[in-house]
T-cell receptor, first 111, second 112 residues
Framework: QKEVEQDPGPLSVPEGAIVSLNCTYS??????FMWYRQYSRKGPELLMY????GNKEDGRFTAQVDKSSKYISLFIRDSQPSDSATYLC???????????FGTGTSLTVIP | DTEVTQTPKHLVMGMTNKKSLKCEQH?????MYWYKQKAKKPPELMFV???????INESVPSRFSPECPNSSLLNLHLHALQPEDSALYLC???????????FGSGTQLSVL
């Protein structure tokens, strides 16, 4: 079983839709949870970072962590064509400098 | 400033060439990383430097040689690469608490 599971998609939605991206994990020691956006042939950009359980909101983006279910989500409201990218979840636990990535979900927002 | 700067952005090299990738950060992070990423795959860890010392080497072939001259700089020296080494090479940095990771824009490497 992989440490982190993420549906690779692809996911295609109309402009203005609410997008839900999800990851599940198996290691209950994970404490830090990250979402990255990656455009083709570019480095991943850190979108959201959360510690332990709960919600965090930043503009059109909301990250949720449910540690009891080992499940994290990223919601994108009012999706835009510029949101078309691959979204990677990542998680870690101290110490150790190891980060565990999902395989990425490819999202296309159609104008 | 949350920027990790990588140069060059693109690199084409022959199998007998020697080249170097460079990375710089000024966020005061004490952990710096090299990752390799193939198309449609997640980043794959190669090396980690913590406080300027190599702390993780993920059994990377010796044709890849990392160097950390100081706390802001990270290099990856390349020699006698194979075509299957063609990939996006990503530098990253983060606090030693392991709570988040910032990536550079990457070097797209092609080995002919």
């Amino acid at each position: 079983q992989k440490e982190v599971e993420q549906d690779p998609g692809p996911l295609s939605v109309p402009e203005g839709a609410i997008v839900s991206l999800n990851c599940t994990y198996s290691n209950s020691a994970f404490q830090y949870f990250m979402w990255y956006r990656q455009y083709s042939r570019k480095g991943p950009e850190l979108l959201m970072y959360t510690y332990s359980s709960g919600n965090k909101e930043d503009g059109r983006f909301t990250a949720q962590v449910d540690k009891s279910s080992k499940y994290i989500s990223l919601f994108i409201r009012d999706s835009q064509p510029s949101d078309s990218a691959t979204y990677l979840c990542a998680m870690s636990s101290p110490p150790g400098n190891q980060f565990y990535f999902g395989t990425g979900t490819s999202l296309t927002v159609i104008p | 400033d949350t920027e990790v700067t990588q140069t060059p952005k693109h690199l084409v090299m022959g199998m007998t060439n020697k080249k170097s990738l460079k990375c710089e950060q000024h966020m005061g992070h004490r952990a710096m990383y090299w990752y390799k990423q193939k198309a449609k795959k997640p980043p794959e860890l190669m090396f980690v430097y913590s406080y300027e010392k190599l702390s993780i080497n993920e059994s990377v072939p010796s044709r890849f040689s990392p160097e950390c001259p100081n706390s802001s700089l990270l290099n990856l020296h390349l020699h006698a690469l194979q075509p299957e080494d063609s990939a996006l090479y990503l530098c990253a940095s983060g606090p030693d608490s392991n709570e988040k990771l910032f990536f550079g824009s990457g070097t797209q490497l092609s080995v002919l």
